[in-house]
């Protein structure tokens, strides 16, 4: 099974604070040139700010989700009371619930 993107984004965010803590500070140990050290912490350092963009980004799903289903909600509002509209509010106020928690 595949890996959620919030599980993806915290997996390569985990690998590259390991790598930029590692690039930074064993300046004695590592046997690579200046230049060379300084071009991995920049891409890592940009990776970094990507993750934590898209983190957040991934934390707005559930919000976006759930005012679509107002939004569908309050479109239907304006039907009859009948057995459809109670089906159709049904549905979307258990998906809200399962949001919710």
């Known amino acids: 099974m595949q890996p959620t993107s919030k599980e993806l984004l915290e997996k390569v965010s985990k690998?590259?604070?390991n790598q930029l803590t590692m690039y930074?500070?064993?300046t004695g140990t590592l046997k690579?040139?200046?230049k060379y050290r300084e071009g991995r912490i920049t891409?890592?350092?940009y990776l970094g700010e990507l993750l934590y963009y898209y983190?957040?980004?991934e934390k707005k799903i559930q919000q976006h989700f759930q005012e679509q289903?107002?939004?569908q909600m309050?479109?239907?509002s304006c039907l009859n009371e009948s057995e459809y509209k109670s089906g159709l509010y049904d549905a979307l106020n258990d998906a809200l619930n399962?949001?919710?928690g």
């Open 15 to 17: 690998h590259c604070a």
């Open 24 to 26: 930074k500070f064993n």
């Open 32 to 34: 690579i040139s200046k």
């Open 43 to 45: 891409g890592l350092e």
């Open 55 to 57: 983190m957040q980004e």
């Open 69 to 71: 289903i107002l939004k």
């Open 74 to 76: 309050q479109t239907y």
């Open 98 to 100: 399962e949001i919710r």
